[in-house]
């Protein structure tokens, strides 16, 4: 039930956040597997790609700092551990890249898929909304529920919980790199 709520929380701050001033700059993406998709579907500088991706992860971190910061001690002992995540008792590292690669092609598929015909594009800040939306309450007790490399980027290295953080780093970038330049095939 918490993860339900959280979800609900999250997915319309996500949408927000996309469409505010300030995230309508970069573009609003503020996942690092998305960066490299955006760029592919030809919405995203190739040039910029690179330092976006550093700035994305540098946030999280400053992000698990300013939380301590804030908190103190409190957010990085356990049960929040800077909030780290970590995969529900039993997931290998290959069932969790697998979960994580599959639950970002799913992410992927329809945002290019909204992308690529003018009239759902203007949408696409809504689809991810409740994609995330989704995505929380559905995989936080088994893989996590990153779905996010700079989700759990800050996180594991503050806390030094790197045991998944590879999986977590790796796994949502894997399906980029095997597509076609844009959802069309050009």
Not at 128 to 146: K, Q
Request: with cysteine; charged share 5%; hydrophobic share 55%.
């Amino acid at each position: 039930m918490k993860l339900l709520v959280i979800g609900a929380c999250v997915g319309p701050l996500l949408v927000g956040l996309i469409l505010s001033p300030a995230g309508k700059a970069p573009g609003g993406h503020m996942n690092p597997a998305i960066s490299p998709a955006m760029w592919r579907f030809g919405v995203f500088s190739g040039v910029a790609l690179v330092p976006y991706i550093v700035a994305q992860l540098a946030g999280s971190l400053l992000g698990v700092l300013a939380g301590r910061a804030v908190w103190g001690r409190a957010a990085s002992r356990p049960p929040v551990s800077d909030a780290a995540l970590q995969p529900g008792p039993g997931w290998s590292a290959g069932a969790l890249f697998v979960a994580e690669t599959a639950s970002m092609a799913v992410i992927v598929l329809l945002v290019g898929l909204f992308l690529s015909v003018p009239r759902p594009a203007p949408l696409v800040p809504w689809l991810v909304g409740l994609l995330i939306s989704m995505a929380i309450p559905l995989l936080g007790t088994t893989t996590g529920g990153s779905v996010n490399p700079a989700r759990q980027f800050g996180p594991a290295i503050a806390s030094g919980q790197l045991g998944f953080l590879r999986v977590y780093l790796l796994a949502p970038w894997w399906g980029l790199w095997r597509r076609p330049h844009s959802i069309t095939g050009s």
